[in-house]
C-alpha cells in the first residue's frame, strides 16, 4: 500500500506570493492533518479534515487555509508569503478523525519563501 | 493550553546501550493519548509507541518502552540495546479529546558505535 505522498517536495516562493501544497493520504484514509515544522517554534499543528469538513484548527492566521476533496486528497494554501512562513510542511492521514487513530506521515514539503 | 516540554534537546548513547528521553506535559483533561514519534534524517516521522492515558499500563513495542506517570505529567521513552538505525530526532506528543496535537521541541538521540 503507497504511503502518504506530497508534492511538490520542494518549492521556492517570493513574498507577497501564494502557494499552494497538495497531500495524497494512504488509500482509504480519510482524515488528513496539516503540521508546519520550522526549527524555532517545532512542530505545530495547522489544521486536519475529514470527510471535505475542517474537524480542527490550530493557532495560525486566515492566510493558511486548506480544503479536503472527495477522494480525500487535501490541498493546503497559504496566502501573501511571509519570510517566517519558511519551513517544512507536514501531511499526515488517518483512517479516520480522533486521537486514537495512528496517523501516518508524508515526507513533507520544504517551502523557502525570499 | 496544553504543553509538552522535553527538556533534553541532545541525548547520545553507546550502542547496545539504553537511555531514556524525558517528556512532561500540561493539561486538565483525564483522558487523552501521548505519543513517541521519530524522524531520521531523511524527514519522515514514523509512530514508534503510544499510551492512552486511562491504560495504567505501560506501553511497550519491541525494544521501546515508556514509563507513564499521570499524576506526575510524565511521559518517558526508553529505548533498550540502541541500535545505530535508532539514531534521529525524537518527538513526543500529546492528542487531546477534540484532537489536536501538541508536539515538544524534540531531542536529538546520537547512537555511538
Known amino acids: 500500500k503507497a504511503g502518504v505522498t506530497q508534492t511538490p517536495r520542494y518549492l521556492i516562493k517570493t513574498r507577497g506570493q501564494q502557494v499552494t501544497l497538495s497531500c495524497s493520504p494512504i488509500s482509504g484514509h480519510r482524515s488528513v492533518s496539516w503540521y508546519q515544522q520550522t526549527p524555532g517554534q517545532g512542530l505545530q499543528f495547522l489544521f486536519e479534515?475529514?470527510?471535505?469538513?475542517?474537524?480542527n484548527k490550530g493557532n495560525f492566521p486566515g492566510r493558511f487555509s486548506g480544503r479536503q476533496f472527495s477522494n480525500s486528497r487535501s490541498e493546503m494554501n497559504v496566502s501573501t508569503l511571509e519570510l517566517g512562513d519558511s519551513a517544512l510542511y507536514l501531511c499526515?492521514?488517518?483512517?479516520?478523525?480522533?486521537?486514537?487513530?495512528?496517523?501516518?506521515f508524508g515526507p513533507g514539503t520544504r517551502l523557502t519563501v525570499l | 493550553a496544553q504543553t509538552v516540554t522535553q527538556s533534553q534537546p541532545e541525548m547520545s548513547v553507546q550502542e547496545a546501550e539504553t537511555v531514556t528521553l524525558s517528556c512532561t506535559y500540561d493539561?486538565?483533561?483525564?483522558?487523552?493519548?501521548l505519543f513517541w514519534y521519530k524522524q531520521p534524517p531523511s524527514r519522515q516521522m514514523i509512530l514508534v509507541i503510544r499510551?492512552?492515558?486511562?491504560?495504567?499500563q505501560n506501553a511497550t513495542e519491541n525494544r521501546f518502552s515508556v514509563n507513564f506517570q499521570k499524576a506526575a505529567k510524565s511521559f518517558s521513552l526508553k529505548i533498550s540495546d540502541s541500535q545505530l538505525g535508532d539514531a534521529a530526532m525524537y518527538f513526543c506528543?500529546?492528542?487531546?479529546?477534540?484532537?489536536?496535537?501538541?508536539f515538544g521541541t524534540g531531542t536529538s538521540l546520537t547512537v555511538i558505535p
Open positions: 499526515a492521514s488517518s483512517l479516520t478523525s480522533g486521537p486514537n487513530n495512528e496517523q501516518f
Open positions: 493539561t486538565s483533561e483525564s483522558d487523552y493519548y
Open positions: 506528543a500529546y492528542r487531546s479529546p477534540g484532537n489536536q496535537f501538541y
Open positions: 479534515y475529514f470527510s471535505e469538513t475542517q474537524r
Open positions: 499510551q492512552e492515558a486511562y491504560k495504567q
